[in-house]
């Protein structure tokens, strides 16, 4: 007995009920499962409730023909299309590859032929997922910190445009904040660097579970994270920067037996405003995380410079400093 093929289902497109019934039991028989339609509007109807791998559809149809069919299906499904046609002299390989099909078989043909095809539209399928799942985990390696799995630097600056883009065109709010791990290096030194990557692992998975899914966070490099805050303005940030820090504040690390250590962050944070430049949000951020290394460590520093058209006597360049 044949072993199916569980993941492939096929449909075969036919009105002719003993082309259609001899297809359906052939390639039943040779492994795989296999469902069948008499008009387009049957084989639309199936593909509402069925995952098909490959459709064999035959050219003239009642109704919508065989190439029409093609173009509903690869339009609205990921599916690959074998065509039928026993009109040799009225249809070509490249004008049925041009509508969408992936091969064209002309009647009357051996079954053993269709099986051969077949087999390679489906080798032919798998290839194309495979190296778009390598293309995909290259990109994603591309972008992401190699320890903390968090998006890089790189990824930051462009992420950063992007958002700032959509601010200039919708007038939507954009906070930035910049965490650092206070004496980290004492803690690398005292315990060592694998410890010290424990911690890093940790601190970066604390800030993804803070954050909402529009947000996004980075490592900025060394012991300091960034994250991307769309839509939120400076007080809104200020609630996410502080569920953060308490979040760090309650850990617990063990870099030695019997060895309890907690560990803090110091957090900037700072809201764009329409037309900066990339460049002085960062370093208004940057500059708020070390206002709060210099007021003590485990706090967060809000520094805000108040848009032009907004203020009366205020210098733009002057900064608004809170922290906490």
Request: glycine share 4%; hydrophobic share 35%.
């Amino acid at each position: 007995m044949v072993k199916k093929k569980m993941d492939e289902l096929v449909l075969i497109v036919d009105d002719d009920t003993e082309i259609k019934d001899s297809m359906h039991e052939f390639i039943t028989k040779s492994g795989y499962n296999c469902i069948t339609a008499s008009s387009a509007e049957e084989a639309v109807e199936l593909l509402k409730s069925n995952h098909v791998n490959v459709a064999i559809a035959d050219i003239m149809l009642p109704g919508k023909d065989g190439l029409e069919l093609t173009d509903i299906m690869k339009q609205n499904h990921d599916i690959d299309v074998i065509v039928m046609t026993g009109y040799s002299n009225e249809y070509s390989y490249e004008e049925v590859i041009t509508k969408g099909a992936s091969d064209l078989i002309f009647k009357p043909f051996r079954f053993e032929e269709l099986l051969l095809r077949l087999k390679k539209v489906l080798k032919n399928r798998q290839v194309i997922k495979d190296r778009a799942r390598v293309l995909d985990k290259l990109e994603q390696l591309a972008i992401t910190d190699g320890l903390t799995t968090l998006y890089n630097l790189r990824h930051f600056y462009k992420q950063l445009e992007v958002e700032i883009g959509r601010c200039s065109r919708y007038g939507h709010s954009l906070s930035l904040l910049l965490l650092d791990i206070d004496n980290f290096k004492m803690y690398n030194d005292s315990y060592g660097h694998l410890e010290g990557d424990k911690v890093l692992v940790r601190i970066s998975q604390i800030i993804k579970s803070c954050l909402r899914t529009m947000d996004s966070a980075y490592r900025y490099g060394g012991e300091e994270f960034t994250v991307i805050l769309p839509e939120t303005k400076g007080k809104k940030a200020k609630n996410v920067a502080n569920r953060i820090k308490r979040a760090v504040e309650l850990e617990r690390f063990l870099p030695e037996p019997d060895k309890v250590v907690t560990i803090t962050i110091s957090i900037g944070l700072t809201e764009y405003f329409k037309n900066e430049q990339l460049s002085k949000v960062i370093k208004r951020a940057d500059q708020a995380m070390y206002n709060s290394k210099a007021q003590g460590r485990n706090r967060i520093s809000f520094l805000f410079v108040e848009p032009p058209s907004n203020q009366n006597n205020h210098n733009p360049d002057k900064p608004e400093i809170t922290t906490n």
